[in-house]
């Protein structure tokens, strides 16, 4: 699947963006779409995930109880809200879909072939 993501900016620390990433042409049904993010001079992380056709969902532990991870079934979108936005929080927002990504990988970042293009979160202090 083709993957374009939007809706990253520039806020200052607890305010809320949020994602977007969308497939045109083809659809996520059977895939997991998950967010990853990389700030300068670390490591790609994960940051949340969703199971397309149960809704299942996962996040990773600084984000809990601030980031939510939704789908629009009509419009083939995955978003993630952010609020309560932390500098540490800064970094390029990559989303990645994969059919084959299963419970115990869905938090790496090799499981996943399709990735959409970066987008710039920065949270000013």
């Known amino acids: 699947v083709q993957l374009q993501a939007s809706g990253g900016g520039a806020v200052q620390a607890g305010g809320s963006l949020r994602l977007s990433c969308a497939t045109s042409?083809?659809?996520?049904?059977?895939?997991?779409v998950a967010w990853f993010r990389q700030a300068p001079g670390k490591e790609r992380e994960f940051v949340a995930g969703?199971?397309?056709?149960?809704?299942?969902?996962s996040y990773e532990d600084s984000v809990k109880g601030r980031f939510t991870i939704s789908k629009d079934n009509a419009k083939n979108t995955v978003y993630l809200q952010m609020n309560s936005l932390k500098p540490e929080d800064t970094g390029v927002y990559s989303c990645?879909?994969?059919?084959?990504?299963?419970?115990?990988?869905?938090?790496?970042?090799?499981?996943?072939?399709?990735w959409g293009q970066g987008t710039q979160v920065t949270v000013s202090s």
């Open positions: 990645a879909a994969d059919r084959n990504v299963i419970t115990t990988t869905i938090r790496d970042s090799r499981a996943y072939d399709s």
């Open positions: 042409g083809s659809t996520f049904r059977g895939h997991v």
């Open positions: 969703i199971r397309w056709n149960s809704g299942f969902t």
